[in-house]
């Protein structure tokens, strides 16, 4: 088993508004392992405060940043490609195996059909599925057992009452599925056949383009989150805190908490596994969240008392125009939207982004560039 990564959240719970809604597209016919509830997020409510009670600012304008400015190189976009080749095999058809057996591969296209209408995310062509592996929901891999290639298989399935889309828990669905052939994995190779085959590019400089741009925009989040941790931890070093509201110390303990449940619940299985799958217990997990509650409380309060001290403020207009926006992005209704985001938090995170743009504007920017790593390969002596 791999070894889970812990999430950390950081600045992007202070200053982006969103992130709020369950994950996965309706249709999606992995096993449901999560244990939702509705788009809640089992928060405690953010307190009502003001800052300057509790804060003492210091320098805020003017701050000196530095920040790291990479280049990306020909090595790191062929190591990503090597990566991804590594990750994503090849297939190969298995000419002379006609009859699907357990733990066969098998190429498909299928259409899922819920009252005689194709569902979303219900649909896939040539999609590389492993019999046996609980990849789909109960009942598909095995419907297709015994069949052979070539077969179109009708498959009569009621979906688990426990799956994360209501609009599909417990109801009797139709699968049209063609079989189209059996297949062994095989080392994936980079050639022009494999990047038309495989890819939405049609040569390997197309390929590598994309990845090179890829990398790009991962280093320009790199750097503004760089920006936003060195400019806020500046910020909160400077300020003096007499003390952290406790039920703003308790809004992020329960934020990580649910959150940690969740990422339990979705890999199927309960907190205190998860937690020994990071080499964590409940006490050193109990320390993590105090300590990374105590931060987000201060990088919060430091900001909040900036508005305070410039006087910013979120307009109603702003509020509802951020509302509809959130909306649209997330395809939500207001409430549905509330559920998972109270007004009051959007307006104080929306609060939160104007005071971080006001020091950031009257930041001082100082660029670093790394020196190019060596390359792994040696250079042959003169």
């Known amino acids: 088993m791999k070894k889970k990564v812990l999430l950390i959240m950081g600045l992007s719970?202070?200053?982006?508004?969103?992130?709020?809604?369950?994950?996965?597209a309706a249709g999606d016919l992995k096993p449901n392992t999560s244990t939702?509830?509705?788009?809640?997020?089992?928060?405690?409510?953010?307190?009502?405060?003001?800052?300057s009670k509790y804060v003492t600012l210091g320098a805020y304008k003017g701050i000196e940043v530095t920040i790291t400015q990479k280049t990306v190189t020909d090595q790191q976009v062929d190591d990503a490609i090597k990566q991804q080749?590594?990750?994503?095999p090849a297939y190969e058809e298995?000419?002379?195996?006609k009859i699907v057996k357990k733990g066969d591969i098998v190429n498909i296209d299928y259409e899922g059909l819920k009252d005689g209408v194709a569902f979303e995310g219900g649909t896939s062509k040539g999609y590389h599925l492993t019999i046996g592996a609980g990849q789909f929901i109960p009942g598909f891999e095995d419907g297709l057992i015994d069949k052979k290639v070539g077969d179109k298989v009708k498959l009569n399935?009621?979906?688990?009452?426990?799956?994360?889309d209501k609009d599909l828990a417990g109801k009797?669905?139709?699968?049209?599925?063609?079989?189209?052939?059996?297949?062994?994995e095989v080392k994936a190779v980079l050639t022009e056949a494999y990047v038309k085959e495989n890819t939405q590019f049609a040569s390997i400089d197309e390929l590598k383009k994309a990845v090179r741009q890829q990398l790009e925009s991962q280093?320009?989040?790199?750097?503004?989150?760089e920006l936003q941790t060195n400019l806020i931890n500046k910020i909160v070093e400077n300020a003096k805190f007499s003390e952290v509201p406790k039920d703003l110390q308790k809004y992020y303990e329960d934020y990580m908490n649910y959150q940690i449940e969740q990422s339990a619940a979705q890999s199927?299985?309960?907190?205190?596994?998860?937690?020994s799958q990071m080499n964590m217990d409940t006490d050193s997990f109990k320390k993590y969240v105090t300590d990374y509650a105590q931060s987000q409380a201060k990088q919060e309060m430091a900001l909040k008392a900036i508005a305070e001290t410039e006087k910013l403020e979120v307009t109603d207009k702003e509020l509802k125009d951020k509302i509809a926006e959130l909306m649209k992005t997330y395809s939500k209704t207001e409430k549905e939207l509330y559920a998972a985001m109270s007004k009051d938090e959007i307006k104080s995170s929306m609060l939160l982004q104007k005071a971080y743009g006001f020091i950031m504007d009257k930041c001082v920017l100082k660029t670093v560039t790394p020196a190019p790593t060596p390359s792994a390969t040696p250079k042959p002596a003169k």
Do not use: H, R, W
């Not at 719970?13 to 996965?24: D, Q, S, Y």
């Not at 080749?85 to 994503?88: G, I, K, N, Q, W």
């Open 13 to 24: 719970l202070l200053l982006m508004v969103g992130g709020c809604g369950k994950t996965g």
């Open 94 to 97: 298995i000419k002379d195996k």
């Open 172 to 184: 009797p669905v139709v699968f049209n599925v063609t079989i189209n052939k059996i297949e062994k």
């Open 268 to 275: 199927g299985t309960d907190v205190k596994t998860y937690l």
């Open 219 to 225: 280093n320009d989040s790199a750097k503004q989150t």
């Open 36 to 51: 939702d509830k509705s788009d809640t997020t089992g928060k405690s409510v953010k307190p009502d405060y003001t800052a």
């Open 85 to 88: 080749l590594e990750s994503a």
């Open 157 to 164: 399935i009621t979906f688990p009452t426990t799956y994360q």
